[in-house]
């Protein structure tokens, strides 16, 4: 480390999300590191749970604005653009970091607002995922690429958790290529590669009413829209009849679980399918280990912190060809396919499914290939880099 910095990070909601963990992370390898860091936050509220209890217990503050919320209300907006720029005043940090699409607008016009002569605080980005896709109205995406660019004006560098959100972002006009660099978004290694016990992940299979021998597909991410559990459903129409040992996972809560369900049972395959509900981060390790094939069709994603974590677990993914996943995903480590594509689909968990040896073959390729790139060591050294780097004046 270079020297001391104050460094302020702020995202919307401490929800469970990858957003939320990865910010985590960050900030508590930073205050370990000697840095004096402070994380702001809105309140969280909804179905996705929270992370203020694991906030709370770190080495660092955590300060929480009411007004900064998810939705957009623009006199209650303005409020916490007020008060977040007053407590940044107070702090006057050196590094400004911000998160998550409403975090990242208000803080960074707040940081822009506070500088000094010297530039100070610098201004950071993190891109986790683009408010912009091609799932909703070209108005709409004209719209928030409007905000965008008008924020990448008060940014001095963007990290992104994987190369694609940068590839997006500069497709749109958002930022010059000098000022992004990525940092794929880093998980509590330890967590993963320590398999549970075997009794362990017997008694999660009787809870769930799964048997020993079945080969277990599962999915972890919220039931929300664009996340793609109508594909899983849909191919398992046609994969249950020609496997009778095949089982459906679904890990997460959200407001569309009873419209799956509704789905599932008009299907006839409310047997073939389990529900975890909501359950704590600390509980996914066991729930992959206890799995065999991670099966993620989300059609809007930066890089989905499930798929690596299935990895480390050694478990091979089928993922869809967007945005971050083929920078994890390929013939060595699971299978990649077209977005939205229900034989290849079809065709790659039927491969998986009948073939233990080639679960086993990708899956501890699948570990080795992410290890390091995912540790939050080798995050964090490269957010620190761009930090002094920027503090340097080299940036």
């Known amino acids: 480390m270079d020297k001391i910095l104050k460094i302020v990070h702020i995202i919307t909601r401490l929800i469970v999300g990858g957003a939320q963990e990865n910010t985590l992370i960050t900030c508590r390898l930073l205050a370990q590191r000697g840095h004096d860091v402070t994380l702001i936050t809105g309140p969280s509220t909804g179905p996705e749970g929270e992370l203020f209890e694991k906030a709370n217990n770190e080495n660092y503050n955590v300060e929480i604005i009411d007004e900064l919320i998810r939705p957009i209300r623009p006199l209650t907006d303005f409020a916490a653009y007020k008060k977040l720029k007053k407590k940044l005043k107070e702090l006057k940090p050196d590094i400004i970091h911000t998160h998550s699409a409403k975090a990242g607008i208000i803080g960074r016009f707040a940081g822009c607002a506070i500088k000094d002569s010297m530039g100070k605080p610098f201004v950071v980005h993190g891109i986790h995922g683009l408010a912009f896709h091609s799932y909703q109205s070209n108005l709409l995406n004209k719209f928030y690429i409007a905000i965008e660019k008008a924020a990448a004006k008060r940014t001095d560098f963007f990290v992104s958790v994987a190369d694609a959100m940068t590839r997006q972002a500069l497709d749109a006009g958002i930022g010059t290529p000098d000022k992004f660099v990525t940092a794929y978004s880093a998980i509590e290694e330890a967590n993963f590669l320590n398999r549970p016990d075997e009794l362990q992940i017997k008694a999660f299979r009787q809870k769930h009413n799964i048997t020993q021998d079945a080969v277990v597909l599962v999915t972890v991410a919220r039931l929300f829209e664009l996340k793609g559990h109508d594909f899983i459903i849909e191919s398992a129409k046609?994969?249950?009849?020609?496997?009778?040992?095949?089982?459906?996972?679904?890990?997460?809560?959200?407001?569309?679980?009873?419209?799956?369900?509704?789905?599932?049972?008009?299907?006839?395959?409310?047997?073939?399918?389990?529900?975890?509900g909501l359950v704590p981060p600390d509980q996914i390790p066991l729930i992959l280990y206890s799995s065999d094939i991670?099966?993620?069709?989300?059609?809007?994603?930066?890089?989905?912190?499930?798929?690596?974590?299935?990895?480390?677990?050694?478990?091979?993914?089928?993922?869809?060809?967007l945005?971050?996943?083929?920078?994890?995903?390929?013939?060595?480590?699971?299978?990649?396919?077209?977005?939205?594509?229900?034989?290849?689909?079809?065709?790659?968990?039927?491969?998986?499914?009948?073939?233990?040896?080639?679960?086993?073959?990708?899956?501890?390729?699948?570990?080795?290939?992410?290890?390091?790139?995912?540790?939050?060591?080798?995050?964090?050294?490269?957010?620190?880099?761009?930090?002094?780097?920027?503090?340097?004046?080299?940036?």
């Open 323 to 395: 945005d971050g996943s083929r920078e994890v995903v390929n013939e060595n480590t699971g299978r990649l396919i077209e977005a939205e594509n229900i034989e290849q689909l079809i065709a790659a968990s039927a491969e998986l499914i009948e073939n233990q040896r080639l679960r086993q073959r990708l899956g501890e390729t699948a570990k080795e290939s992410v290890m390091k790139k995912f540790a939050p060591d080798t995050m964090v050294d490269t957010i620190e880099q761009v930090y002094n780097r920027l503090t340097a004046g080299i940036l």
């Open 238 to 276: 046609r994969l249950a009849p020609k496997f009778k040992n095949a089982i459906w996972l679904f890990v997460g809560g959200g407001n569309l679980e009873e419209k799956l369900k509704k789905d599932i049972e008009e299907a006839g395959l409310s047997g073939r399918f389990r529900f975890t």
């Open 294 to 321: 991670l099966v993620h069709c989300s059609l809007r994603e930066g890089l989905a912190r499930a798929i690596p974590q299935a990895m480390l677990c050694g478990k091979p993914a089928v993922a869809f060809d």
